[in-house]
């Protein structure tokens, strides 16, 4: 029986040494809580009801906690819905580096982004935090570049302190 298995960025560069993937238990583990935190939403919706009813007994603390209820049911759900596509990307996010360069496979299947860029012409690696997320850059020397996040690989700093130390530079900050 022969498999039909998808083409990965392996295929286009054969001679891998080191690949950066993120965990398959987290991505697995959060995809899992979507789910369940979109049925924990609709439990919560409900007991926005059985609060209110019956109306004969309704006071103005029976409101406030509905209106909690439905804030919490509102919140879990959103969160479930929230958490899908970032679970997708991450579970297909991947950097593979070989005795040539470094190829990235970033996006999602549906509309995939591949760079590779050979060792020789890494420029530099850059560094910018914003906010509560670092980015960083792998930067070639005809203008090509990829950038990447901490929300693109669980282990971004890991992957850029990987490029500079091959190409024997260090992380610039930007």
């Known amino acids: 029986m022969v ?3 998808s083409p990965s960025i392996a ?3 054969p001679s891998v040494e080191k690949t950066f993937r ?3 238990i987290l991505v697995g583990f959060i995809l899992l809580m979507c789910p369940v935190s979109v ?3 609709l439990c ?3 007991l926005v ?5 019956p109306l004969s007994d309704f006071s103005g603390e029976k409101a406030v906690s509905a209106a909690m209820w439905c804030f919490g049911a509102f919140s879990m759900a959103a969160m479930g819905f929230s958490l899908w596509p970032y679970g997708k990307r991450l579970a297909f996010n991947q950097a593979q580096f070989d005795t040539h360069g470094i190829g990235f496979q970033l996006g999602t299947k549906k509309s995939p982004k591949s760079m590779y860029i050979p060792w020789d012409q890494v420029s530099a690696v850059k560094h910018q935090r914003q906010g509560n997320v670092d980015y960083y850059f792998v930067l070639g020397r005809n203008g090509s570049s990829v950038q990447f996040n901490n929300y693109s690989f669980l282990r971004a700093k890991t992957i850029a302190r990987d490029v ?4 024997g530079q260090s992380i610039q900050e930007r």
Do not use: E, K, Q, Y
């Open 11 to 13: 295929d286009n560069f």
């Open 164 to 167: 500079a130390a091959r190409v």
């Open 49 to 53: 009801f059985t609060t209110i009813f």
């Open 3 to 5: 498999s039909a298995t």
């Open 44 to 46: 919560m919706f409900i």
């Open 22 to 24: 993120n965990s398959r």
């Open 39 to 41: 049925f924990l939403g």
